[in-house]
């Protein structure tokens, strides 16, 4: 039960014989005749049997009827191969199927043939889908990813608003009743803001709000990591070790920014916009939990002071890519040395409970500068602007599934930030985002079973196998590459595992209730479901902890329209989600589909030897950096 329970806390976090060679086969058609030469060795020469009627008189009746047996496979296969010499003329090499002409038609129609494709071929290629797809409203951009998972979206509406639907597990009814409760607005407006108004008063209060607990800062910061996934200062979490992906290990990293870069906090003039929209996001939040209007701006504006001393420190992304300079495992008793003011074992313990954690329990640290730097921040904050700070990080994420005026003030900062409009975002379309989110691999049980044929998977492991081997066959070519690093690169190609489609543990439903089975869902209670699901993740994080890595463990789920390369387990992983039009269909020509879904697959597997995947001796490194310089 828990190892397949795996896969959904990981996510929480992050043609079947096809032939390349077929010029041969063409030319081997086209030139078969009489008395030819077949490909298998054996020779048919029709007149020589007829030449000889001396000999057959000869011939016993077990050879008589051998010859004839000969003689009669020798007419068909001629007469097959005739045929299909003849189908290659009357087509002249044409595909005239109906999935050609469809996928044809939609070539042309993405064409801007007004364009000299001499002069701008982008635009000649693809200027008429541009014309024909502008982007919608709501939407900073507009691609054929976007357009896939519209497509996919529309068909788990249907999955999951269909209560006459065959179901056969508990886990897709939870799912069912999880959107439910999402899309019945009647009663979330009827609730207003009280189910995070008390879950303030849980965590001890907020002065913005109300009074507050100013000495439980160390408490208030172990509930908000361990039950909300909240990341306030630092985020902590459970993945296979880089250095050993035989183990599972506890990992720290920087976090705690509101907005998605440190850029936008200390580039301020460049920003200025984004900057006032998101105070005035912030005051807006405050006010509908309570808040008076200029306490609660002054109160804001501190937590702004802090969040951009915070984006100061923080590492840039930059200078995060190489993993041996940022990699640093120490034990948990070597936390306080780096960061004194966090009771580390406490909150170690309380993230982890019912695990036994104690000072000798190692831990990757992938910010070891932060930390001390953080440490010294808190250290000279005043505890106000702390409990602020803490408290806003929860507030933050759970206002997205409170009222109306809680969207509409998201919305209406979303717009400074990226200048589009949400508001015409259907409901529905945000609870299939959340219900995806939080329980996609029930949801992906559904979307699987109405979408997926298992053809597919059949036939992309066989693209991929191709796609490998054609890899490997480039690797000869490259003269930079020293015989120790290219045979390494073969058995990592050779290696990597390929996951398509789904898990496997979806389509049983006895397995598929098993992950879900501690997960309480309420079709009315929309809140409650989403901090409910957050305790349920953490309890099955702490689970990973004390196993193995599980291989077969998903960070997608399976309508999601993307693919990923994991460096640690050295896998690619294609959902069924964008095994589907344009990039994929089991009736188009194979060309097709290796320059749709072929083209992604390629991309995953060159992320094995990019900067975060790659194997080079630190020689031949230095030599090729110094080439390319």
């Given amino acids: 039960m828990e190892t397949l329970r795996e896969s959904v806390v990981h996510f929480t976090f992050q043609m079947s014989a096809y032939k390349r060679a077929t010029l041969d086969e063409e030319e081997l058609v086209d030139s078969i005749g009489e008395g030819e030469v077949y490909p298998n060795g054996v020779q048919v020469n029709l007149r020589g049997v007829r030449q000889k009627p001396g000999c057959w008189t000869e011939r016993t009746h077990v050879e008589k009827r051998l010859l004839a047996l000969v003689l009669l496979l020798g007419v068909s296969l001629l007469a097959c191969l005739l045929s299909l010499g003849l189908q290659y003329r009357n087509y002249n090499g044409v595909c005239l199927s109906e999935p050609c002409v469809s996928v044809t038609s939609s070539i042309l129609r993405s064409l801007d043939r007004s364009v000299d494709p001499c002069q701008d071929f982008y635009s000649y290629a693809c200027g008429g889908w541009i014309k024909s797809n502008p982007v919608p409203d709501g939407h900073s951009r507009w691609g054929t990813f976007n357009e896939l998972w519209e497509h996919n979206q529309a068909i788990m509406k249907h999955l999951l608003e269909n209560s006459t639907m065959n179901i056969s597990s508990a886990a897709e009814h939870k799912a069912q009743r999880y959107y439910q409760a999402c899309m019945n607005e009647t009663k979330i407006e009827a609730l207003g803001s009280k189910p995070l108004q008390d879950l303030i008063e849980k965590l001890g209060g907020w002065n913005i709000t109300g009074p507050w607990d100013r000495n439980n800062f160390q408490e208030i910061l172990q509930s908000v990591t361990a039950y909300y996934r909240a990341s306030p200062f630092f985020s902590i979490f459970v993945s296979a070790d880089s250095k050993n992906s035989s183990s599972n290990i506890i990992q720290i990293d920087q976090s705690g920014l509101g907005l998605p870069s440190r850029d936008y906090y200390l580039n301020?003039?460049?920003?200025?916009?984004?900057?006032?929209g998101y105070l005035n996001f912030m005051v807006q939040i405050g006010m509908l939990l309570g808040g008076?209007?200029?306490?609660?701006?002054?109160?804001?504006?501190?937590?702004?002071?802090?969040?951009?001393?915070?984006?100061?420190?923080?590492?840039?992304?930059?200078?995060?890519?190489?993993?041996?300079?940022?990699?640093?495992?120490?034990?948990?008793?070597?936390?306080?040395?780096?960061?004194?003011?966090?009771?580390?074992?406490?909150?170690?313990?309380?993230?982890?409970?019912?695990?036994?954690?104690?000072?000798?329990?190692?831990v990757v640290v992938y910010a070891k500068e932060y930390l001390i730097d953080v440490s010294a921040l808190i250290n000279s904050t005043s505890k106000r602007i702390l409990n602020n700070y803490v408290v806003w990080n929860v507030v933050r994420k759970a206002s997205s599934f409170l009222d109306q005026r809680f969207q509409d003030a998201e919305e209406k900062f979303m717009e400074v930030m990226y200048g589009t409009k949400k508001t015409c975002l259907p409901r529905w379309k945000f609870c299939i985002s959340d219900t995806d989110n939080n329980l996609g691999f029930a949801l992906g049980a559904m979307f699987v079973n109405a979408t997926f044929a298992e053809s597919s998977k059949v036939q992309a492991v066989q693209m991929i196998r191709e796609i490998k081997t054609a890899f490997e066959e480039s690797l000869s070519n490259l003269s930079w590459m020293d015989e120790e690093t290219r045979k390494a690169a073969r058995e990592k190609a050779e290696a990597i595992y390929d996951m398509i489609g789904y898990?496997?543990?979806?389509?049983?439903?006895?397995?598929?209730?098993?992950?879900?089975?501690?997960?309480?869902?309420?079709?009315?209670?929309?809140?409650?479901?989403?901090?409910?699901?957050?305790?349920?993740?953490?309890?099955?994080?702490?689970?990973?902890?004390?196993?193995?890595?599980?291989?077969?463990?998903?960070?997608?789920?399976p309508p999601t329209v993307n693919a990923y390369y994991s460096p640690t387990k050295n896998e690619i992983?294609?959902?069924a989600g964008i095994l589907q039009a344009p990039f994929y269909m089991s009736t188009s020509p194979m060309a097709l589909n290796f320059g749709g879904i072929g083209v992604v697959m390629g991309h995953e597997l060159t992320h094995a030897f990019d900067d975060q995947g790659r194997y080079w001796t630190f020689c031949l490194f230095s030599r090729h950096s110094q080439r390319l310089s």
């Fill in 573 to 575: 992983v294609f959902p």
């Fill in 268 to 276: 301020k003039t460049e920003n200025e916009k984004v900057l006032i």
């Fill in 503 to 557: 898990p496997n543990f979806i389509t049983d439903p006895k397995e598929l209730d098993k992950v879900f089975n501690e997960y309480d869902v309420y079709s009315d209670l929309y809140f409650e479901n989403v901090m409910n699901f957050y305790n349920f993740s953490a309890r099955v994080t702490t689970e990973q902890l004390r196993k193995a890595p599980n291989k077969d463990q998903w960070s997608m789920t």
């Fill in 292 to 362: 008076s209007e200029n306490n609660t701006r002054e109160q804001m504006q501190e937590i702004l002071d802090f969040e951009t001393a915070l984006a100061n420190i923080t590492i840039p992304q930059d200078k995060r890519r190489d993993e041996e300079v940022i990699y640093h495992k120490i034990t948990a008793g070597e936390l306080k040395t780096l960061a004194p003011v966090i009771d580390w074992m406490a909150l170690l313990q309380t993230v982890f409970h019912p695990v036994e954690i104690n000072e000798t329990e190692p």
